[in-house]
């Protein structure tokens, strides 16, 4: 897959289906992180701080995920992700189960918590 241009530009290239459940997940890491900047980070679409990568997400052929970019903030949370954890930093959804938006927030708040104690408040 070629690396998005725009944020807008990934959305645009996806099936409906998929867009509208990315648009969700967007949406609400939007709410979650109001000062984050949106843009492409390491290659998907996501949100900066300072910056730099913050959290990602993108689109598979039969699942999505959502990349909080570190291992430790999923740790924070294994127990309520429970088997959407899929690896060291990676969140997957079936895009038939309904998106936990609570769950979704609090793994951002704890990223940016995370990220405001490395680099000072954003």
Known sequence: MEKPKSVEAYLSSLPPEQRKVLQRLRDTIAAAAPHAEEGIT???????????????????KDHYSFFPMSPAA???HRKELGDHVTGKGT??????????????KKVVKTRLA?????????
């Open 42 to 60: 390491y290659s998907m679409p996501g949100f900066l701080v300072g910056g730099k990568g913050f959290v990602g997400y993108m689109a598979f």
């Open 74 to 76: 999923v740790d924070v």
């Open 91 to 104: 969140i997957s959804f079936d895009y038939g189960e309904r998106l936990p938006v609570t769950l979704i």
């Open 114 to 122: 995370e990220v405001e104690t490395r680099r000072g408040r954003y």
